[in-house]
């Protein structure tokens, strides 16, 4: 078993939608958790940065995580075309800056 | 945010030839530096971890010989494929560690065809 699982998709969805992306992990040593976005044929960029559980709201993103479950989930909402990417989950533990990432999950946002 | 170079962005080569990977930080110093490999549709895996002055740590099942990595500025690692075979192909990554705030940046990646 992967340390970070996450559905490759393709999730498709049209513009204005709310879209739900979820990762699960195994290794309960961790305690930061993040979301990438990558571009096609671009390096990832980092969107959102959470410490244990909890919520962490950045304009039409917001990131969750509940750590009772080992549940990792980023919303974004009003959902738009150039959001239309890979969007990776990562977590780390304490001490370390070597991010475990999940395989990401394609996102189309048609118009 | 900081930014994180590489070059080139593409390369394509012919099978037994070497190729070198260039990455920089732009505006802030990195003493450490990371090389990922990903293939197409699957999440980044770290090759090795880059210290400047010193030698690099690699993963496992990552050979050393074949993917040399020298830091030898604060602002610039390189990552050069040795003898590189057709399954080398693949997307290089850096990334670089602002220590002042603890965050990874990311390259815009190298892809490799080997043919």
């Known amino acids: 078993q992967k340390e970070v699982e996450q559905d490759p998709g393709p999730l498709s969805v049209p513009e204005g939608a709310i879209v739900s992306l979820n990762c699960t992990y195994s290794?309960?040593?961790?305690?930061?958790f993040m979301w990438y976005r990558q571009y096609s044929r671009k390096g990832p960029e980092l969107l959102m940065y959470?410490?244990?559980?909890g919520n962490k709201e950045d304009g039409r993103f917001t990131a969750q995580v509940d750590k009772s479950s080992k549940y990792i989930s980023l919303f974004i909402r009003d959902s738009q075309p150039s959001d239309s990417a890979t969007y990776l989950c990562?977590?780390?533990?304490?001490?370390?800056?070597?991010?475990?990432f999940g395989r990401g999950t394609s996102l189309i946002v048609h118009p | 945010g900081a930014v994180v170079s590489q070059h080139p962005s593409w390369v394509i080569c012919k099978s037994g030839t070497s190729v070198k990977i260039e990455c920089r930080s732009l505006?802030?110093?990195?003493?450490?530096m990371f090389w990922y490999r990903q293939f197409p549709k699957q999440s980044l895996m770290l090759m090795a971890t880059?210290?400047?002055?010193?030698?690099?740590?690699?993963e496992q099942g990552v050979e050393k010989d074949k993917f040399l990595i020298n830091h030898a500025s604060l602002t610039l690692s390189t990552l050069t494929v040795t003898s590189a075979h057709p399954e080398d192909s693949s997307f290089y990554i850096c990334?670089?560690?602002?220590?002042?705030?603890?965050?990874?940046?990311f390259g815009p990646g190298t892809r490799l065809t080997v043919l």
């Open positions: 990562a977590s780390t533990s304490g001490g370390s800056y070597i991010p475990t």
């Open positions: 290794n309960s040593a961790f305690q930061y």
């Open positions: 959470t410490y244990s559980s």
């Open positions: 505006d802030f110093q990195a003493t450490t």
């Open positions: 880059s210290n400047e002055g010193s030698k690099a740590t690699y």
């Open positions: 990334s670089a560690l602002d220590r002042s705030t603890d965050t990874q940046y």
